[in-house]
């Protein structure tokens, strides 16, 4: 997250274009923002800059800035391996879900006369419900906020004890769970369900 990174991504996307145009073939291009450190303006402003920038071609998980992540290579471990509960691998466990939700299969890219893509799905509104009487406070996490707790996601409370929240998802297969009163818990009314790499288990839902 630097002017001289930045700069460098403008210079990468040059060649990019130099060889879809000597090659006439599709390249895809992903972007992830790694060592975001919060507390610099000048990170967040770059921040800014990318999502408007690749808006839709930029993953929605950000890489924090986080020691564990530096110390890790010198033990010659992963991050799992070496501090699984470090905001680094909280970090890229949410980017491995969120690569493995959207569920590409590899194969032979088409040139971009024979590609044809069809209209793509829009947006759709989901409503998640939760029933818990005597819970103060609940709020839905998942990866399609990457695993952030935001006041954003609180739940409405209703009379009958039933919590609501209405979140727009574009199409893909998204992981959640609710947190309730500072507990985790799975979605009682789906029963799609996926093991997560810290032990529990992860509600799934998929958006068409």
């Known amino acids: 997250m630097g002017l001289f990174s930045l700069h460098g991504t403008g210079k990468l996307l040059e060649i990019l274009d130099l ?17 975001f450190d919060r507390r610099t303006r000048i990170a967040k402003e770059i921040l ?42 909280t970090d890229y466990v949410a980017l491995a ?5 959207e569920e590409k299969i590899p194969g032979v890219v088409k040139s971009v006369e024979q590609k ?17 009487p005597r819970a103060r406070r609940v709020q839905i996490v998942g990866n399609f906020n990457n695993w952030a707790q935001s006041q954003d996601y609180y739940m409405q409370r209703h009379e009958d004890g039933t919590w609501s929240k209405e979140i727009i998802l574009s199409p893909g297969v998204y992981q959640y769970k609710f947190l309730v009163d500072d507990v985790w818990m799975e979605d009682q009314n789906n029963p799609n369900v996926v093991e997560d790499p810290f032990g529990g288990r992860n509600s799934v839902i998929e958006v068409n």
């Open 19 to 35: 060889v879809r145009t000597k090659t006439e073939h599709e390249i895809r291009v992903k972007v992830i923002a790694t060592m």
């Open 97 to 101: 879900k969120e690569v493995l939700g």
């Open 48 to 89: 800014k800059d990318m999502e408007e920038h690749f808006k839709g071609e930029m993953f929605r998980t950000v890489i924090n800035a986080n020691v564990k992540l530096r110390e890790a290579p010198g033990f010659g471990k992963s991050i799992v391996e070496y501090a699984k509960n470090s905001k680094g691998c």
């Open 116 to 132: 044809k893509r069809p209209p793509q799905p829009k947006s759709r509104k989901m409503q998640f419900l939760f029933y818990e």
